[in-house]
């Protein structure tokens, strides 16, 4: 028969590679002190280290798997079978700080990373269901968070210098209660509140300008220095205004949001049709029945994503404020204190909540975006 009654799948190179590297690790000890001892009887061996073999030979199995099975059962089924090599790997003694990594234990680590990649691209290519989008993106993140607990162990890198993401999770767990008023206080007072009061003010005097041009030439230079202004030297005066609680950061987050969602109202609105303003003024539509109708519409899409912006800054504005001056709670608070103390766990834990609080954020804001510009190229395309 013809090569082409046997078409070979997309990856399968990686495949062939990732199956070479998990050969090739049953035949190098794991560890130092394995190759100090000496090469030990293959039954030996078998008994002594059940975890290797279980992961290899997933590993094996996964590999094959990646040579002959497509589509999306083929996929699933090749990351399901990785991710159980990857389980077993990680029990192992280097991967538990409890030796050092020798070849074997890298040439197998290797071979995950052939599989991984090959089990991301197969599920990138998915398509035909609304949940084909989101495999790719969790399992990169999965793999991140794994390669980095794996790799912090087994190279003994100092907890000061990049804790293991299970260390950060325990500090979650350990101090759930006092993270949770942190994001009380930087997230539900500071930053929305001053979100909402930032974005809000920078929309209404965007329409004023709109109204009187006459106000560009005066507001529009003085909104632009605002922007100016850097953040180390706001937080600070903000304080000694405010106070130390969460009224200062609210005026800090209303400084950094102010702006971007003034410029990119005043180009929403300006990006209405000429066509579209003359048949409303054809129509005598006022001047509020025209912004209604026609402007606010067109500007929709800018607005939207003034507000995806301004979400993120309005976090890091808080967060910073939090360095020069605020009461014992607090994210930017605990990230200062903790850092202090070299408890870099906690550290860790609170970038964390601060990072899913943002992500969770944009996530919804990109729903509210599709929901409401959902006419626009820009989100269709999405």
């Known amino acids: 028969m013809s090569r082409a009654a046997f078409p070979r799948p997309e990856g399968a190179m990686t495949a062939v590679w990732a199956l070479a590297c998990w050969l090739l690790s049953l035949s190098q000890p794991l560890s130092w002190g394995e190759a100090a001892e000496g090469a030990a009887a293959p039954a030996q061996w078998l008994l002594s280290q059940p975890w290797a073999v279980l992961g290899a030979a997933l590993g094996v199995l996964a590999a094959v798997w990646g040579l002959r099975a497509t589509g999306r059962a083929g996929s699933l089924g090749l990351t399901g079978v990785t991710a159980l090599a990857a389980l077993a790997w990680l029990q ?31 599920c990138a290519a998915l398509q035909g269901r609304p949940s084909d989008g989101v495999w790719a993106p969790l399992l990169f993140g999965a793999w991140v968070l794994y390669a980095w607990q794996l790799l912090t162990v087994a190279l003994d890198v100092p907890r000061v210098l990049l804790p293991a993401p299970a260390l950060v999770l325990e500090a979650l767990w350990l101090h759930a209660a006092t993270l949770g008023g942190d994001f009380v206080q930087t997230v539900l007072k500071a930053v929305l509140l001053g979100w909402a009061l930032g974005s809000g003010l920078g929309f209404a005097v965007a329409v004023a300008i709109d109204r009187q041009p006459f106000l560009q030439r005066g507001l529009l230079p003085l909104a632009s220095l605002s922007s100016t202004v850097p953040l180390v030297g706001v937080a600070p005066i903000a304080v000694m205004w405010f106070g130390f609680d969460w009224p200062s950061k609210v005026a800090v987050v209303v400084l950094m949001t102010f702006f971007p969602m003034l410029v990119s109202t005043l180009a929403g609105l300006q990006s209405a049709g000429r066509l579209e303003r003359e048949l409303m003024h ?16 067109a500007a929709s899409p800018f607005v939207l994503g003034a507000l995806k912006v301004n979400a993120t800054l309005a976090l890091i504005g808080a967060i910073v404020a939090e360095f020069f001056g605020s009461p014992t709670l607090g994210l930017g608070f605990r990230i200062s204190t903790e850092s202090s103390r070299m408890n870099m766990a906690l550290v860790w834990a609170a970038i964390t909540v601060a990072a899913l609080t943002g992500s969770l954020a944009y996530a919804l804001l990109v729903r509210l975006e599709r929901r409401v510009a959902f006419w626009h190229p820009s989100v269709r395309s999405a």
């Open 92 to 122: 192992l003694p280097p991967a538990q700080g409890a030796a050092s990594a020798a070849a074997g234990f890298w040439l197998g680590v290797l071979g995950l990373a052939g599989l991984a990649w090959l089990g991301i691209q197969r």
């Open 282 to 297: 054809s129509y005598a539509a006022s001047y509020g029945r025209t912004l209604w109708s026609l402007r606010l519409p």
